[in-house]
């Protein structure tokens, strides 16, 4: 396989690398979900997870290969660390996709092989070979990392990248495992790779980046420029600590600079072809899935995605774009699929103006799930008189999380004021069927409710993150909650959305408390196993 130039690749890990986020734990129906918006996105490799960290990552990779994994879907492709028992595991779990990779890393910076690894290069270099070829007897489509390579030694990393090349990888992946490269640094990395892996031409230069200083997206646009033709990026940025490279930025970058990029992939300056196989239109309608169902929220002032990036609130600013978007505006908030807050459907529509009206936003529901979002939607146009484009995708978004459906919250009704205490009486169905009530009162509504569907479910936690976001403008838009509680070191997220803030918050509550409830079920279950 030659270094090609005419297009950059890109490899999303948001499912692998993003969920390693605190917090951003997902289930199955969840990553299936999410993967299968990422093929529609247009992703060239989905990185569907670490198929030998457990039962759960090794289901979750070989549903995405049967499903997404399709003729002309994306590459599916599993993590594996260079030990033979991981490379098997991967190679099971990406069997059922047409097109599969492994990618198998080993680290090779002088702080891991001595603290980490505990051994020295000679070992490190035949582990490389060694797995690689391993991995090479499974598929023919390899990638190699050697992690930490922002600060490994650089003779020492063109010899890995040499063998590992020479026994079968297809891509070498260099990561910036800590965020600590700069972008010159990372870009001179890159070239000299280029320079000095003798074989490097039979394979492509990938990057895999993490943004602890805020440079991952610099740096790998510097890479492109050196020829790195692979990028390694996660929706949102979402990823360990500080996150990885945002797939949003770096694609709209290279398209709205593709005149400036054009030249260091062996284009016309003026070409006007686009620089990855993304569609564009398709990057908020991911962003806004994968942020509710992580229950990560994007922040306002978030580059591409976030809620202000296309807002103008400077008179002068306001005054340019009203005479000319390009004033102020360096791209179009339609190319990202942000379309205009039109009226769409009403509380009359039928199901079958409904179904059509998601296929158009490029929603495919199963008959279930179509269902349970046509409820949803007769219940809201009740309350709103317009029902937008918005309104559809938060009603979708909400339907489509596969929260496991334990306790279920039947009734919630609140009473407060200026000089009243505020009460909330819920009534809770259990797992058994049961019908619980029971009040509380709190500071405030919120509080109220939460107290009180504690008091029913009777599972510990600690609430950490509670957020409410309209969707729309407008005195009956609908409010988007999330919330995030803590279970000892785990943390579970719970969303919701309603014309109602207090029933949306109760709902997210209770999705929450429902994640936490199953996890604390499997943990038992597993210790039964063991203790037997």
């Known amino acids: 396989m030659k270094n090609k130039p005419e297009r950059i690749i890109i490899f999303d890990t948001t499912l692998r690398d993003g969920e390693q986020c605190p917090g951003a734990t997902l289930n199955i129906d969840e990553k299936l979900a999410i993967a299968k918006q990422l093929a529609r996105l247009g992703v060239d490799i989905i990185e569907a997870g670490f198929a030998f960290a457990s039962p759960g990552d090794f289901e979750a990779v070989s549903k995405i290969a049967q499903t997404v994994g399709t003729e002309d879907g994306p590459v599916i492709c599993s993590l594996a660390r260079a030990r033979h028992d991981d490379i098997k595991a991967a190679a099971e779990a990406i069997k059922p996709a047409v097109k599969g990779r492994i990618h198998t890393f080993i680290a090779t910076s002088d702080i891991h092989l001595k603290y980490k690894l505990k051994k020295n ?42 063998r590992a090349i020479a026994a079968g990888a297809t891509t070498v992946n260099i990561p910036d495992t800590v965020g600590y490269t700069t972008p010159s640094e990372f870009g001179s990395l890159i070239k000299g790779i280029k320079d000095n892996v003798p074989n490097i031409d039979q394979a492509i230069i990938s990057v895999h980046g993490h943004n602890d200083l805020g440079l991952a997206v610099a740096n790998f646009l510097e890479s492109v420029k050196n020829g790195a033709r692979q990028l390694e990026c996660t929706i949102n940025g979402i990823g360990e600590r500080a996150g990885n490279a945002a797939l949003e930025e770096l694609v709209m970058a290279l398209h709205v600079r593709r005149q400036y990029f054009n030249s260091f992939l062996g284009r016309l300056v003026e070409s006007e072809e686009p620089l990855t196989n993304i569609d564009t239109r398709q990057i908020y309608k991911t962003s806004r899935l994968v942020s509710n169902l992580t229950g990560l929220l994007v922040q306002p002032n978030k580059a591409i995605v976030g809620a202000n990036a296309f807002a103008h609130e400077s008179g002068i600013h306001q005054d340019g774009v009203l005479k000319n978007k390009l004033t102020y505006e360096i791209m179009d908030a339609q190319l990202i699929g942000l379309t205009q807050n039109q009226i769409v459907l009403g509380k009359h529509s039928g199901r079958n103006a409904f179904r059509t009206r998601l296929r158009e936003l490029g929603y495919e529901l199963t008959e279930t799930e179509l269902n349970k979002a046509f409820v949803r939607f007769k219940e809201i146009a009740d309350k709103k008189k317009e029902i937008t484009d918005w309104d559809l995708e ?118 929450a408390l429902n994640r936490l409830f199953a996890a604390l079920q499997i943990k038992q279950q597993q210790q039964e196993v063991a203790n037997n």
């Open 121 to 162: 290069k000679a070992e490190v270099l035949a582990i490389a070979e060694e797995m690689v070829a391993y991995a090479k007897s499974f598929t023919d489509d390899i990638e190699f990392s050697p992690e930490d390579a922002g600060r490994s030694e650089a003779e020492f990393l063109y010899q890995v990248l040499e």
């Open 394 to 511: 938060a009603i979708v978004n909400d339907e489509i999380q596969q929260a496991p459906d334990l306790f279920r919250l039947e009734l919630v009704q609140v009473s407060c004021g200026s000089n009243a205490r505020p009460t909330a009486t819920v009534t809770i169905r259990t797992p058994e069927g049961e019908e619980l009530m029971d009040a509380a009162i709190g500071t405030g509504p919120v509080d109220a409710v939460y107290k009180a569907i504690n008091r029913v479910v009777n599972v510990p936690n600690q609430l950490i993150e509670f957020s409410v976001q309209s969707v729309t403008a407008g005195i009956d838009a609908l409010g988007e909650v999330t919330i995030r509680l803590k279970y000892e070191d785990r943390v579970f997220s719970g969303h919701a959305a309603n014309t109602d803030i207090i029933v949306a918050s109760a709902q997210a509550y209770v999705n």
